[in-house]
Nanobody
Framework: QEKFVESGGGLVQPGGSLRLSCEASGSIFRSIFSISHMGWYRQAPGKQRELVAGITSGGSANYVDSVKGRFTISRDNAKNTMYLQMNSLKPEDTAVYYC????????WGKGTLVTVSS
């Protein structure tokens, strides 16, 4: 089935870390993953989904101001997988995190829930 599968979320205390993974599943998604500008998005309760980090096919990354210096996006094209290393987590980072293309989005996956709470 053609989809992105997110994993790695969980409950963490403020100041803690998590590493999220996003794997492209299906022959079509896998064939285009390595050439796609990909991103991590999040949607907090009652808020719109926002793009928090993006990475080009060549590995250039950009971030929304609220996560700069704390989050690091990376990708392994050989594994059709993208990662988001999240450090110094804050309660306001609590959200469901999704991965998808930046220029053009495919149907959204289920996401992975990150809860930052003491």
């Amino acid at each position: 089935q053609e989809k992105f599968v997110e994993s790695g979320g969980g409950l963490v205390q403020p100041g803690g870390s998590l590493r999220l993974s996003c794997e492209a599943s299906g022959s079509i998604f896998r064939s285009i993953f390595s050439i796609s500008h990909m991103g991590w998005y999040r949607q907090a309760p009652g808020k719109q989904r926002e793009l928090v980090a993006g990475i080009t096919s060549g590995g250039s990354a950009n971030y929304v101001d609220s996560v700069k210096g704390r989050f690091t996006i990376s990708r392994d094209n050989a594994k059709n997988t993208m990662y988001l290393q999240m450090n110094s987590l804050k309660p306001e980072d609590t959200a469901v995190y999704y991965c998808n293309g930046v220029a053009r989005q495919s149907p959204w996956g289920k996401g992975t829930l990150v809860t930052v709470s003491s």
